[in-house]
């Protein structure tokens, strides 16, 4: 089955730094990559996805990458805000198999 | 607009009694999950359902069952509940890509 990797378990970067975390997939026939932000005593809420088909998208501060080849996908936030420390989940999900694996989350700390 | 909501938020409940957590969708997906979350595990896949009368086992199944007799709830039953079963339960539903979660149910086995 599908296993994903997510590094790092902790970061913690000053208010208007830019954060990154990596995640790596096993599946190749993975097609869909989504980000989820978990506050704390919060439910899992999607913050962005990326397709198979696509390298790179943007929704304002935040931005996802993929690298097919390598099985690795990145979220990017620049320009970090008190209010983006949280939880951060990657994810994938292959084919035609609905069923999301998930990486075991980043601790973001944005420090004012 | 549509939701997804568990019931209850909280339980406590005693070694060896069968708990049933109960999750209803009202976006008409037919593809519905239940992941528990432990400190150091992330979400992990307990059971899932692509549709009505379908289910099938996911990466933490034992202990565990679900049923699926119509499209919007799917409920978890702990047959015998143990202490390893103390964590935050989370249903989900989703489309082929999106997938939103419920409020998560926290349940403490005692």
Known sequence: GENVEQHPSTLSVQEGDSAVIKCTYSDSASNYFPWYKQELGKRPQLIIDIRSNVGEKKDQRIAVTLNKTAKHFSLHITETQPEDSAVYFCAAKGGSNYKLTFGKGTLLTVNP | ?110
């Open chain 2, 1 to 110: 607009d549509a939701e997804i909501t568990q019931s209850p938020r909280h339980k406590i409940t005693e070694t060896g009694r069968q708990v049933t957590l109960a999750c209803h969708q009202t976006w008409n997906h037919n593809n519905m999950f239940w992941y528990r979350q432990d400190l150091g595990h992330g979400l992990r896949l307990i059971h899932y359902s692509y549709g009505v009368q379908d289910t099938n086992k996911g990466e933490v199944s034992d202990g565990y069952s679900v049923s699926r007799s119509n499209t919007e709830d799917l409920p978890l039953t702990l047959e015998s509940a143990a202490s390893s079963q103390t964590s935050v339960y989370f249903c989900a539903s989703g489309s082929a890509s999106e997938t939103f979660f419920g409020q998560g149910t926290r349940l403490t086995v005692v």
